[in-house]
């Protein structure tokens, strides 16, 4: 445990040597550009200059707008989630009674055009495995 602490810390201590080493470009002869840590031998290369943060000065972003901006975001995703897990909450609610009706009463009958007609056993066993299926995707 001692061991993977004193890496860390080395790693760690070492990490700014390492973001300090120039970066050099270049051009080979295909045109193709190349960025790396050493220059090549063969051509010249150009040093990209990095950015580097003033010192003394703390890089905090600004508590503006932004931070209310995300939370009024993050309201409205949340209520959006709630609304649909209500929908899916009444779904599956109505499946799972079907499939009660489906399994429970074998002469169920079903308004075509205004004219009552039976189902036949096919066609009972249909929509219960159609609704089986839509609790197993929908409702678990």
């Known amino acids: 445990m001692r061991t993977f602490f ?15 080493s120039p970066i050099y470009t270049w051009i080979d002869g295909q045109g193709v550009t190349h960025f790396d840590a050493q220059p090549p031998q063969d051509q010249p290369a150009t040093t ?8 003394g000065k703390p890089t905090v972003p600004p508590r503006s707008s932004a931070i209310g901006d995300q939370q009024a975001v993050d ?24 499939l009660a009706q489906l399994q429970n009463n074998p ?6 055009d205004g004219e009552m007609r039976r189902l036949t056993d096919q066609q009972r066993q249909e929509r219960i495995t159609e609704a089986q299926k839509q609790i197993k995707d929908n409702c678990q």
């Open 6 to 20: 004193f890496t860390a810390s080395l790693l760690i201590g070492l990490s700014p040597l390492c973001m300090a």
């Open 48 to 55: 990209v200059v990095t950015p580097t943060l003033p010192a």
């Open 75 to 98: 309201n409205t995703v949340r209520k959006q989630i709630a609304g649909q897990q209500a929908q899916l909450k009444t779904f599956c609610e109505q499946v799972r009674t079907n």
């Open 107 to 112: 002469r169920l009958r079903e308004d075509v």
